[in-house]
């Protein structure tokens, strides 16, 4: 795909007006920096493949979801009457993890200061995230996560957000939220339970357990499961699988909407009860979040993380 610069002038047609914005939010999506999040354009693969790359701990920093929701604005306006891409493919570009979820630093921080409403604003962009992955951007496109690594808490949210996973066999999955008396509130139990059911959604977020990739495979959660160090190709693969009956995947996406209802409604109310769990955790359970934050902040980037259940 060429691209033109899109610093056009004024134009009164709608269907112009939309091709223009769709252009401009191109260009923007792959010349802007983002400095926590990489966007890449792969036009023979129809894919834009977008690469979490935070500062210091790989979790959901507010930088972080800054960025996202910067990103997934330019999504919904690049492919708004316009089509220079049908998948988005969410990755991580920090070796081994995909992400560890919510920013405990900041959780204990807001909760010490009994400041409510900060966390809650928090957990509102975090479900903003998810959502806009579950509906395809309320167009026709496709999501895809591929993770390389840890997906832990709200890193497995995310994944869980995306219509499709593809992950590597050294891949590790879990909600250790429990540890420190918590749930996790960004997403799991309205993902899981339509991917599963109530049961096992919830013997999953009560469990604390680390799952293996192979082991949500057989669960059905992992679409596509390959060896480590093949990622980059297999998803690739999968999309170009896809691609050969779009409509009729489209249409799947569609009805899997209209029988199983994903609102934004219900993120908030989950999210909103996740608030007030976490604002009434005592010190103890604090200690256990603060003794994870080191954890995950020692072991960044060891090789150890699915390991931090144990912590």
Known sequence: MTFVNPSIGFVTNPTEMSEVVAARALYTLTHNYYPTIRPQL?????????????????????????????????????????????YVV?????PGTFNLGG??????????????????AYAHACVDIVYHNASGYGQRVTTVALVQGAALGGGFEAALSCHHIVAERSATFGLPEVLFNLFPGMGAYSLLSRRLDAVRAERIILSGKIYSAAELYEMGLVDMLVEDGEGEVAVREYLSRIDRRFNTHQAVLRARQCVHALTRQELIDVVDVWVDAAMRLDDADLRRMDRLVRAQ???????AETRLAAE
């Open 42 to 86: 792969d036009s023979s693969a129809k894919a834009l493949f977008c690469y979490m790359r935070p500062e210091g701990r790989p979790s959901y920093t507010p930088e972080l979801l800054r960025d996202m929701s910067l990103v997934q604005k330019e999504i919904y306006r690049a492919t708004t009457g316009a089509e220079p891409f049908r």
């Open 90 to 94: 969410v990755g991580s570009r920090v």
């Open 103 to 120: 920013d405990l630093d900041l959780f204990g921080a807001k909760i010490r200061s009994r400041d409510s409403e900060s966390l809650r």
């Open 297 to 303: 902040t020692r072991r960044h980037g060891s090789g």
